[in-house]
């Protein structure tokens, strides 16, 4: 199942509603750790992977990381090939990932949120996918479809399996910090 949003509430609602006892979650996009804070309370005996590329990211998710031994922080950028091969390796070392969480944004660059899914999804194959984004609640509200194609996973069984998909050449023109 993949659920999107927008509004904070309902973000961490969902993961409220859905996050088990011992669910590895990869959370990208944890800024300074709220939402991370959550879902480590809710998954007291699973993981937290938690990344976020923000300056102001690194002292918070530190002392959380320091005060939650489920909890693992990577200052990071998901964007990056390199980032998903890190944690696609723990992730394979832990046998799996039961949630995605995604909140890079919160209301902006639906486009890049998007393809960070769907690399990320596509690889790590969680049961859920938790998104908050403006933009993609928009999509979905104004589009309308004449295909039935519909995943039951937290990820696009169309995609198929296929492992970490290649580079995105576009990632590299919204900013200069990847070059």
Same mark, same amino acid.
């Given at each position: 199942?993949?659920?999107?949003?927008?509004?904070?509430?309902?973000?961490?609602?969902?993961?409220?509603?859905?996050?088990?006892?011992?669910?590895?979650?990869?959370?990208?996009?944890?800024?300074?750790?709220?939402?991370?804070?959550?879902?480590?309370?809710?998954?007291?005996?699973?993981?937290?992977?938690?990344?976020?590329?923000?300056?102001?990211?690194?002292?918070?998710?530190?002392?959380?990381?320091?005060?939650?031994?489920?909890?693992?922080?990577?200052?990071?950028?998901?964007?990056?090939?390199?980032?998903?091969?890190?944690?696609?390796?723990?992730?394979?070392?832990?046998?799996?990932?039961?949630?995605?969480?995604?909140?890079?944004? =919160?209301?902006?660059?639906?486009?890049?949120?998007? !393809?960070? &899914?769907?690399? %990320? *999804? #596509?690889? @790590?194959?969680?049961?859920?996918?938790?998104?908050?984004?403006?933009?993609?609640?928009?999509?979905?509200?104004?589009?309308?479809?004449?295909?039935?194609?519909?995943?039951?996973?937290?990820?696009?069984?169309?995609? =198929?399996?296929?492992?970490?998909?290649?580079?995105? !050449?576009? &990632?590299?023109? %919204? *900013? #200069?910090? @990847?070059?």
């Amino acid at each position: 199942m993949i659920k999107i949003s927008y509004d904070i509430k309902v973000y961490r609602q969902e993961l409220i509603n859905n996050i088990k006892k011992a669910d590895v979650v990869v959370e990208l996009g944890c800024h300074v750790g709220n939402s991370t804070a959550i879902i480590a309370e809710l998954s007291p005996n699973g993981r937290v992977i938690a990344l976020d590329n923000s300056p102001e990211a690194i002292t918070p998710m530190k002392l959380l990381e320091e005060n939650n031994s489920n909890i693992n922080f990577y200052k990071a950028d998901v964007r990056l090939h390199e980032t998903l091969e890190m944690v696609a390796k723990q992730i394979k070392e832990i046998g799996r990932c039961d949630v995605l969480s995604v909140d890079l944004g =919160g209301g902006y660059h639906p486009d890049t949120v998007f !393809k960070v &899914f769907f690399i %990320w *999804s #596509s690889t @790590l194959k969680p049961r859920l996918t938790i998104i908050r984004n403006r933009g993609l609640v928009d999509f979905i509200h104004s589009a309308q479809a004449e295909e039935e194609i519909k995943s039951q996973e937290g990820w696009l069984e169309s995609s =198929g399996n296929d492992g970490i998909p290649p580079r995105l !050449k576009e &990632f590299k023109l %919204w *900013s #200069s910090k @990847l070059s």
